[in-house]
């Protein structure tokens, strides 16, 4: 398969992550989708405008996803942000070794190790929400009163 295909799928699969997290997310979920969302923005405007600026811009926009989303682990104590967080933190220290081995993110390891992140982040996303919204769900059946 192509490597563009493989890029578009990651994109549309990641984007109705975020948006399913903007829909059906609490507060802890659309704040994760925001992220997730800007580090995308960011990740494909800076490829775009300056392909040799894209490492080091990914480095950094990966790193501060990771921080972000610690904070907002902890806040909401969300154990599946804790996932999108881990995921953020291995696409970081991903950037991170390729930065000082100064070996080209055009490689197949990398390639392959970025996606594996890109969906894992999509799908602890996507399985939050659902979890979060089917538990939003059942609190909703328990407080409803019995037909009469």
């Known amino acids: ?13 990641s984007l109705v992550g975020v948006l399913f997290a903007f829909w059906k997310g609490a507060a802890a979920e659309r704040t994760a989708a925001l992220v997730v969302m800007a580090n995308m923005a960011i990740s494909i405007a800076v490829n775009w405008a300056s392909p040799d600026l894209a490492a080091t811009v990914a480095f950094a ?9 610690l904070i907002v682990t902890v806040r909401y104590g969300a154990p599946w942000m804790g996932g999108v967080m881990l ?7 991903l950037h991170s070794f390729y930065l000082v081995t100064a070996r080209p993110d ?4 990398h390639a392959l190790i970025n996606n594996i992140n890109s969906a894992g ?6 399985i939050g929400v659902a979890v979060t ?16």
């Open 87 to 93: 995921f953020y933190a291995a696409q970081f220290s």
């Open 61 to 69: 926009s990966d790193g501060l996803s990771a921080l972000i989303l």
């Open 133 to 148: 919204a089917r538990r939003r769900w059942r609190l909703a059946q328990r407080v409803r009163p019995p037909p009469t």
């Open 106 to 109: 055009t490689d197949y390891l």
């Open 1 to 13: 398969m192509s490597p563009l295909y493989i890029f578009i799928a990651l994109m549309v699969f």
């Open 121 to 126: 982040i999509s799908w602890c996303l996507i």
